[in-house]
């Protein structure tokens, strides 16, 4: 019998020559068969982002003239994060079947890098304070020496999040982003296929310098002295 080790990540074959009479053997080919574990992923996000401001439109209707403020709208932009899952149990539970027993993990540590794009929506502002629906998304992957490359496909992740804002100067502003995240990946050798699933809730904090462009004045130095 053609058999699999170690495939949490890295598809080990193993030959099985004889099965002991008294074994107890488990089919799991129709129920759904998962093994689960806790932990906790510590990212570092860093983002470029180009943003558009909200149209003054009190001064539009008193004016007709456009003019905008100094809080942004839309906020479109890429990024790239590191970080690493950390789990908390030493093995994989399930609870199909107790003579499966539980998966101890090869190693307890999976590293990754993101490459992501992002688009925020302001759709609250009271103050200094700005809500910002977020959300950004990309393609992701772990080291060799944590995922085996041969057999491992990764699928696209997405995060959504709200993004608490403050405004300290025209430079600097700080936020608060509690958030959700999918990820998952596949080890495959053409035999077997084996999935992987991650949903995280992180709350992230977060520091944003600001590069505020202004208009030129229209004027050349003569005129303006005049």
């Known amino acids: 019998l053609n058999a699999y080790d170690n495939w949490f990540t890295n ?42 401001k909200k149209l003054d439109k009190a001064h539009l ?12 709208l839309l906020r479109v932009g890429l990024g790239v994060s590191f970080g690493s899952f ?7 539970e399930q609870e199909v079947d107790p003579v499966l027993g539980n998966y101890n993990l090869p190693n307890a540590k999976i590293s990754s890098t993101k490459l992501f794009g992002s688009i925020s929506y302001n759709f609250y502002s009271l ?23 041969e057999f491992v496909t ?17 430079y600097f502003k700080g936020y608060i982003r509690p958030s959700f995240e999918r990820r998952s990946y596949n080890l495959s050798d053409g035999l077997i296929s084996v999935p992987h699933n991650f949903t995280t809730f992180s709350i992230a904090i977060g520091l944003i310098l600001k590069y505020p462009t202004y208009p030129r004045n229209k004027y050349k130095a003569d005129m303006v002295q005049m």
């Open 11 to 52: 598809l080990s074959r193993q030959t099985v020559d004889r099965i002991n009479p008294n074994s107890q053997i488990v089919r799991t080919d129709t129920v759904e068969f998962n093994y689960r574990n806790r932990g906790r992923v510590n990212p570092w996000n860093f983002r470029l982002d180009y943003s558009f």
């Open 61 to 72: 209707n008193r004016t007709g003239e456009k003019q905008y403020l100094d809080q942004d």
């Open 86 to 92: 950390t789990f908390r149990e030493e093995a994989h």
């Open 127 to 149: 103050g200094q304070m700005d809500i910002f629906a977020d959300v950004y998304g990309g393609i992701w992957s772990s080291k060799t020496e944590f995922i085996n490359q």
């Open 154 to 170: 990764y699928d696209p992740f997405f995060n959504v999040g709200l993004m608490f804002q403050t405004t300290w100067s025209k």
